[in-house]
C-alpha cells in the first residue's frame, strides 16, 4: 500500500484535527469531510502541501491535474514545476475539450479536460482532496491516458476506506494523508 | 502563427456590453495560442504607472514605465476565446497561463511581492478561479485561504451576499467563523469585468469586520467599469484588456 510513510509523520495529526466533518451534508446519513477549516490554519495547509511536494517534487511529474476543487493541485504544481490542468463538470471551460463520463449515485456526470493540455508522454500527478468510491478519479486517469498521459499517482488529503475508491484506479497507486471511518 | 490584434473593445464574458457590429471574420482567434493583450494601442499607453502601496483610488497595474519584464510573458500565455459562453463575448482563458509553468510562477510572484510583509491574514478567492490563484498567495504570505462560493457548496453555517446578474441576480457564501473581526484581507479572482461577483465580496467580508486591504486580479476589462463597483476598494491587477 502507498502513502504508509505518511501515516507516521508527525504533520498528519495537526492536519487531520483540522479537517471539520458536518453530519447529514449534502443530504442525510452522509459525514461531509470539509477541508475548508484546513485551508484557515496556514501551518495545516502549509503541512498538506509540503507533505505531497516531498513525495514528488524528485518524480519528473509534468502534469497535475485536479477535478473541481483547485485548491490542492495549484500549490503543489507550482512547488514541483509541473503544468496544472484543471478538469472540469461541462460547459466550463472555454476551448475544444474532452470528456470523460463518470457515474454518480443516480445517473452520470461528466469530467472535461481542453484539448492540447496535455501532451503523450507528460508524467501526471492527480490530485483530489477526498477519494469515496472513486469514480471521477478514474474519470480523471481516462482523461489523461486517453491523450498519452502517464499517470504516475493519485494524491489525496482523505481517503473513505470503506467505499473501496482504490480499486477503481486502473492499478495507480493511491497517496492519502488521513484516512475517515 | 496568427497575431490577433482585436478591433473592438474587448467585450466582457460577463455581459457588459453589448456585441461590437464588426464583422465576424476578425475573430479567427479560437485556435491561437495566445494573444497579445492589451490590443492594438501601444503598450506603453496601456499601463499606468505604479504607485506606493497605498493605493489610490484608480486601478493600480503592475507595471512601471517600461513595464515590469514578467508582465508581458503573462499576458501572452492567456488565450482569449471568441463567443465563448455566447456570441459576441471575448472569454479571457487562463488556463493556458497555467500550463506555462514560468509565467503561473510570476503570476503569483507579483501578488505575493506586493502583499507579503503588509499583515495580511486572510486571502479570499472567489469560485472557482479564484481558488486557483488565491491558495498559493495565501500560502506563500501565510495567510490563511477563504474560499467564497456559490449558494449550497460550503457545508457549514454561512451567510451570504446577494447580488445582481444582467437578468436576475445570484450569490456569494462564506462559511461563519471563517474570518475574525479586525482582520486585514484581500480578495483575489482572475478577472473583474462588471465588479458584480467582487463588490459582493467584499460587502460580505465588511460585514463581519474585516478590512479589505484590497481586491487583486490578473486581468481588468475596463470598459465594464467594475471598479467603480468597488467604491473606495482599491484594486489592483497585472494586465488591462481593453
Same mark, same amino acid.
Given at each position: 500500500?502507498? @502513502?504508509?510513510?505518511?501515516?507516521?509523520?508527525?504533520?498528519?495529526?495537526?492536519? *487531520?484535527?483540522?479537517?471539520?466533518?458536518?453530519?447529514?451534508?449534502?443530504?442525510?446519513?452522509?459525514?461531509?469531510?470539509?477541508?475548508?477549516?484546513?485551508?484557515?490554519?496556514? *501551518?495545516?495547509?502549509?503541512?498538506?502541501?509540503?507533505?505531497?511536494?516531498?513525495?514528488?517534487?524528485?518524480?519528473?511529474?509534468?502534469?497535475?491535474?485536479?477535478?473541481? @476543487?483547485?485548491?490542492? @493541485?495549484?500549490?503543489?504544481?507550482?512547488?514541483?514545476?509541473?503544468?496544472?490542468?484543471?478538469?472540469?463538470?461541462? *460547459?466550463?471551460?472555454?476551448?475544444?475539450?474532452?470528456?470523460?463520463?463518470?457515474?454518480?449515485?443516480?445517473?452520470?456526470?461528466?469530467?472535461?479536460?481542453?484539448?492540447?493540455?496535455?501532451?503523450?508522454?507528460?508524467?501526471?500527478?492527480?490530485?483530489?482532496?477526498?477519494?469515496?468510491?472513486? @469514480?471521477?478519479?478514474?474519470?480523471?486517469?481516462?482523461?489523461?491516458?486517453?491523450?498519452?498521459?502517464?499517470?504516475?499517482?493519485?494524491?489525496?488529503?482523505?481517503?473513505?476506506?470503506?467505499?473501496?475508491?482504490?480499486?477503481?484506479? *486502473?492499478?495507480?497507486?493511491?497517496?492519502?494523508?488521513?484516512?475517515?471511518? | 502563427?496568427?497575431?490577433?490584434?482585436?478591433?473592438?473593445?474587448?467585450?466582457?464574458?460577463?455581459? /457588459?456590453?453589448?456585441?461590437?457590429?464588426?464583422?465576424?471574420? %476578425?475573430?479567427?482567434?479560437?485556435? $491561437?495560442?495566445?494573444?497579445?493583450?492589451?490590443?492594438?494601442?501601444?503598450?506603453?499607453?496601456?499601463?499606468?504607472?505604479?504607485?506606493?502601496?497605498?493605493?489610490?483610488?484608480?486601478?493600480?497595474? !503592475? +507595471?512601471?514605465? =517600461?513595464?515590469?519584464?514578467?508582465?508581458?510573458?503573462?499576458?501572452?500565455?492567456?488565450?482569449? &476565446?471568441?463567443?465563448?459562453?455566447?456570441?459576441?463575448?471575448?472569454?479571457?482563458? &487562463?488556463? +493556458?497561463?497555467?500550463?506555462? +509553468?514560468?509565467?503561473?510562477?510570476?503570476?503569483?510572484?507579483?501578488?505575493?511581492? %506586493?502583499?507579503?510583509?503588509?499583515?495580511?491574514?486572510?486571502? $479570499?478567492?472567489?469560485?472557482?478561479?479564484?481558488?486557483?490563484?488565491?491558495?498559493?498567495?495565501?500560502?506563500?504570505?501565510? !495567510?490563511?485561504?477563504?474560499?467564497?462560493?456559490?449558494?449550497?457548496?460550503?457545508?457549514?453555517?454561512?451567510?451570504?451576499?446577494?447580488?445582481?446578474?444582467?437578468?436576475?441576480?445570484?450569490?456569494?457564501?462564506?462559511?461563519? =467563523?471563517?474570518?475574525?473581526?479586525?482582520?486585514?484581507?484581500?480578495?483575489?479572482?482572475?478577472?473583474? !469585468?462588471?465588479?458584480?461577483?467582487?463588490?459582493?465580496?467584499?460587502?460580505?467580508?465588511? %460585514?463581519?469586520?474585516?478590512?479589505?486591504?484590497?481586491?487583486?486580479?490578473?486581468?481588468?476589462?475596463?470598459? /465594464?467599469? =467594475?471598479?467603480?463597483?468597488?467604491?473606495?476598494?482599491?484594486?489592483?491587477?497585472?494586465?488591462?484588456?481593453?
Amino acid at each position: 500500500m502507498s @502513502g504508509n510513510k505518511e501515516e507516521v509523520d508527525p504533520r498528519i495529526n495537526g492536519i *487531520k484535527t483540522k479537517i471539520r466533518v458536518v453530519p447529514d451534508f449534502p443530504k442525510k446519513g452522509i459525514m461531509f469531510q470539509d477541508i475548508t477549516t484546513v485551508l484557515l490554519d496556514p *501551518k495545516a495547509f502549509k503541512d498538506t502541501i509540503d507533505l505531497f511536494v516531498e513525495r514528488y517534487r524528485d518524480k519528473n511529474i509534468s502534469v497535475v491535474a485536479e477535478a473541481r @476543487g483547485f485548491l490542492f @493541485g495549484p500549490p503543489i504544481a507550482l512547488a514541483i514545476g509541473a503544468k496544472f490542468v484543471p478538469l472540469r463538470k461541462p *460547459k466550463k471551460l472555454p476551448g475544444e475539450t474532452i470528456f470523460e463520463e463518470y457515474e454518480l449515485e443516480y445517473g452520470n456526470d461528466r469530467l472535461e479536460m481542453h484539448v492540447g493540455a496535455v501532451e503523450a508522454g507528460d508524467r501526471a500527478l492527480v490530485v483530489d482532496d477526498l477519494i469515496a468510491t472513486g @469514480g471521477t478519479l478514474c474519470a480523471a486517469i481516462n482523461l489523461l491516458e486517453r491523450v498519452g498521459a502517464e499517470v504516475v499517482e493519485c494524491a489525496c488529503v482523505i481517503e473513505l476506506p470503506e467505499l473501496k475508491g482504490r480499486q477503481k484506479l *486502473k492499478g495507480k497507486p493511491l497517496c492519502m494523508l488521513v484516512e475517515y471511518r | 502563427m496568427q497575431t490577433i490584434i482585436a478591433l473592438a473593445p474587448l467585450v466582457s464574458h460577463r455581459l /457588459c456590453l453589448a456585441p461590437p457590429p464588426f464583422p465576424r471574420h %476578425r475573430l479567427l482567434c479560437r485556435r $491561437a495560442p495566445s494573444i497579445r493583450l492589451p490590443s492594438h494601442r501601444s503598450s506603453t499607453t496601456s499601463f499606468r504607472l505604479l504607485s506606493s502601496f497605498a493605493a489610490s483610488r484608480d486601478s493600480e497595474m !503592475a +507595471t512601471e514605465d =517600461g513595464q515590469d519584464p514578467r508582465i508581458p510573458k503573462i499576458a501572452s500565455s492567456i488565450r482569449v &476565446i471568441p463567443d465563448f459562453p455566447k456570441p459576441g463575448i471575448m472569454f479571457h482563458d &487562463i488556463t +493556458t497561463l497555467l500550463l506555462d +509553468t514560468e509565467a503561473f510562477k510570476d503570476t503569483i510572484d507579483l501578488f505575493v511581492e %506586493r502583499y507579503k510583509g503588509k499583515g495580511i491574514s486572510v486571502v $479570499a478567492g472567489v469560485e472557482a478561479r479564484g481558488f486557483i490563484f488565491g491558495p498559493p498567495i495565501a500560502l506563500a504570505i501565510g !495567510a490563511k485561504f477563504v474560499p467564497m462560493r456559490k449558494p449550497k457548496k460550503l457545508p457549514g453555517k454561512v451567510i451570504s451576499e446577494e447580488y445582481s446578474l444582467e437578468y436576475g441576480t445570484d450569490k456569494i457564501e462564506m462559511h461563519v =467563523g471563517a474570518v475574525e473581526p479586525g482582520e486585514r484581507a484581500i480578495i483575489i479572482d482572475d478577472l473583474i !469585468a462588471t465588479g458584480g461577483t467582487l463588490s459582493a465580496a467584499v460587502r460580505l467580508l465588511e %460585514r463581519v469586520g474585516v478590512k479589505i486591504v484590497e481586491c487583486a486580479c490578473v486581468i481588468e476589462l475596463p470598459e /465594464c467599469k =467594475g471598479r467603480e463597483k468597488l467604491g473606495e476598494t482599491p484594486l489592483f491587477i497585472l494586465i488591462s484588456s481593453a
